[in-house]
Nanobody, 118 residues
């Protein structure tokens, strides 16, 4: 089992920055593909960014060039640096983990709220 705890959310003005952290316990994250997802009110959850075991990254088009996902396996933590934030980035952000053999993400955090004011 992997327990994931997100932190770093908050209220920020448009154009500002936040860094989200996802700390894991129970297992080492070095064996998992990690992802950040978000869900805005009334909308479906969407993938924001993913990072593989080798460090390869992938981003949703809406955040490319503004968000950066990274991982520190020594600290068992994954980060999401969010710059040039827009009001449409407002959502609850979740981190998730899956093993290579898994098709879907298996473990989820409880989420952290990000609110961007205009």
């Amino acid at each position: 089992q992997v327990q994931l705890v997100e932190s770093g959310g908050g209220l920020v003005q448009a154009g500002g920055s936040l860094r989200l952290s996802c700390a894991a316990s129970g297992r080492t994250l070095s064996s998992y593909t990690m992802g950040w997802f978000r869900q805005a009110p009334g909308k479906e959850r969407e993938r924001v960014a993913t990072i593989s075991l080798s460090g390869s990254t992938d981003y949703a088009e809406s955040v490319k060039g503004r968000f950066t996902i990274s991982r520190d396996n020594a600290k068992n933590t994954v980060y999401l640096q969010m710059n040039s934030l827009k009001p449409e980035d407002t959502a609850v952000y979740y981190c998730a983990a899956r093993r290579i053999v898994a098709i879907q993400y298996e473990y989820w955090g409880q989420g952290t709220q990000v609110t961007v004011s205009s």
